[in-house]
């Protein structure tokens, strides 16, 4: 009777152990995945810091061009209303989708800029080109920081079996931060014209 009630004591001491440890690890994978997705969190709001530092910069840079290339309307209406929609904008894809677009209204301006040489030799405006120029290079910072952040994250909830964990509480893919498809083309710069 003793040597039975010594084994029912073992087998239970090694379920119980069994299931603390399989307890510990899905506690363990669930945390690691909460603080992935914090961090993820995290750095898209330094995302939003540099993309608020750009908002700020653009008015003053927008009307600085516009005392010199005043026949430019079409470019500064582009440049104005991208702005808008990225303040319009409140989901991580929708954000990013408004972000592009206001880069792309910022390379036409940057083009009307190359038509106008006195521009350039507006010690405000060469003040405004630097912040806004050392801003893209933060943003771009911030970006890649974002993406390695995701894709660390993403990994995590997608490789087995911490993905059964991730399916269980509900843990669901971050978006990466994509360039956006005019991204990979040269803008062109006509010195010939000036609009006029």
Known sequence: MKRSTLIVFVILGLILLIALGALS???GTRNRMVGLDEEVKTQWAQV???FQRRLDLIPNYVETVKGFAKQERDVFIGVTEARA???????VPDKIKANNELTGALSR???VVERYPEIKSNANFMALQDELGGTENRI??????YNERVRDYNKAIRMFPANMIAGLFGFERADLFEAPEEAGTVPRVDFGTRGE
Do not use: C, I, P, S
Not at 85 to 91: F, I, Q, S
Not at 140 to 145: D, I, V
């Open 25 to 27: 690890w899905v506690v």
């Open 109 to 111: 301006l940057l083009l």
């Open 48 to 50: 939003e810091n540099q």
């Open 85 to 91: 929609k990225v303040g319009g904008a409140v989901t």
């Open 140 to 145: 771009a910072q911030e970006r890649r920081r």
